[in-house]
């Protein structure tokens, strides 16, 4: 039996390709991920993601297929000392023929001069670097770091995600499976909810759920004691977190600031994230508020980003500010409707072919081809518009090409009588 002392996560941790779970953007068949794995190659990455969607656990498949020796630092603990000493156990293995992949997590603590340290010896091939941060790297790490690593983003569980990783766990796990522990499909969903996209939260409150129960099966009240305070908060008082933040959602939507200062509370009250309130905002702005007060999107970042600057305090308040601003700004859900029917066009027509007078000619080939040919320069026509010109695939209708349609609310009425007038231009050039 694998020893129980060992934390479930890491009892589950993937050895293989088959037992991987998540990042199916990056890791289902043909994907470039899944094509370095499976060829042995190994090229600096970054991995850039939420905690727990499996940064670490990638890093040590790609080793594992790579057939290299992982060097592992985190930056929040290492300093230059521990940096030279895994390159000096880097440059060993080179001498040897051994690959080795130096893996660092969470790289954006380390300064500018600690992070350049690295370059040499990425640039030299001494390691295959692989750094793991949560924080958006084109603002985290240096410009050389970047462009010699390339980008993965990776991304929260889905719930189906979830799903499988918490029911191989059950059925894999040789402590797990051997007590035979099940969950009811009420203590599944509150699971699957309070690990909110992180696989390592799903499998530890899993592995504190089975040791709440005195049976095999886990029960609601087990998620909600494994999950600490806040979630029972929630659970105590029959509120369901969901339902809460649809209540405050729709408030917004519906223009009723006390509403949405309610249920805000209702959620602070409960032990809720303001965080995750300022993300339904962002959410918002898009979705309902739109061109018809486009200062909402930056009232709402900054709520989010005084929040981090001045801490909870101060940073609720700002947060229920951008609330207030939100549910009182004019509503337009025309950029949400926009972008669906582009997304839907955008399948349909996939491989449409860009027209010749809309692509570059940066080689005489090109030019040949008539590449960029009858070409309009926007800002050489009368008022910066090339009245009747078509920037859609030939093969697309006019009429499915009218996407975006404001209403007459807020800022998008001067966007209205905008393209009003840009269409009575196309229509003077004959454009149909």
């Given amino acids: 039996m694998k020893d129980s002392h060992i934390p479930l996560a890491a009892r589950m941790r993937p050895t293989s390709i088959s037992n991987y ?83 660092v997590d969470e790289v954006h603590r380390f300064n500018k001069s600690q992070q350049d340290a690295f370059l040499p010896y990425v640039e030299d091939g001494t390691v295959a670097f692989i750094g793991a941060t949560t924080e958006n790297p084109s603002f985290a790490l240096n410009n050389a770091l970047l ?10 569980f889905s719930e189906q995600e979830l799903t ?29 909810r309070v690990a909110d ?39 105590n008082k029959g509120d369901d977190f969901y339902d809460l933040i649809s209540a405050f959602h729709k408030s917004v939507r ?11 509370a209702r959620i602070l009250v409960g032990g809720g994230d303001p965080l995750y309130v300022a993300r339904r905002l962002l959410a918002i702005v898009s979705e309902d508020i739109g061109n018809a007060d486009p200062k909402a999107m930056q009232i709402a970042l900054n709520a989010w980003d005084i929040y981090h600057r001045v801490g909870p305090a101060e940073g609720e308040r700002a947060i ?39 692509r570059n ?36 209708p006019t009429e499915h090409t009218n996407l975006y349609t404001p209403n007459e609310r807020g800022f998008e009425k001067k966007l209205m009588a905008k393209l009003d007038y840009l269409n009575a231009l196309d229509q003077q050039e004959g454009k149909q």
Avoid at 254 to 264: F, R
């Fill in 320 to 358: 229920a500010q951008a609330a207030i601003y939100c549910a009182l700004a004019p509503k337009s859900n025309a950029v949400y409707m926009a972008f669906k029917q582009a997304m839907a066009l955008a399948k349909e027509t996939g491989s449409s072919a860009v027209p010749n007078h809309l």
């Fill in 164 to 192: 499988q990783l918490i029911n191989n766990a059950l059925s894999k796990d040789e402590v797990l499976s051997e007590r035979g522990i099940e969950l009811t499909e009420e203590a599944l969903q509150t699971l699957i």
């Fill in 197 to 235: 996209g992180d696989g390592r939260k799903a499998l530890h409150t899993l592995e504190l759920s089975a040791d709440f129960t005195d049976t095999t099966i886990i029960e609601l009240n087990h998620v909600v004691q494994a999950s600490g305070e806040k979630m029972a908060a929630y659970d």
């Fill in 21 to 103: 779970f998540g990042q199916s953007h990056l890791m289902s068949e043909g994907k470039p991920l899944r094509k370095m794995l499976e060829t042995g190659q190994c090229h600096s990455m970054i991995f850039w993601g939420p905690p727990g969607t499996g940064k670490t656990t990638l890093a040590s498949l790609i080793a594992l297929h790579a057939n290299a020796e992982v060097i592992t630092l985190s930056a929040v603990t290492s300093g230059v000392k521990d940096i030279r000493i895994a390159i000096d156990k880097a440059q060993q293995n080179k001498q040897y023929g051994h690959k080795t992949l130096l893996f």
């Fill in 361 to 396: 000619a940066p080689t005489k080939l090109m030019a040949s081809l008539d590449y960029g040919k009858d070409y309009r320069y926007a800002h050489n026509e009368p008022n910066a518009y090339a009245a009747g010109e078509n920037y859609f695939p030939e093969s697309i």
């Fill in 147 to 156: 462009s010699r690593a390339r980008t993965y983003l990776l991304k929260p």
């Fill in 254 to 264: 519906g223009s009723d600031a006390n509403a949405a200062l309610y249920w805000y």
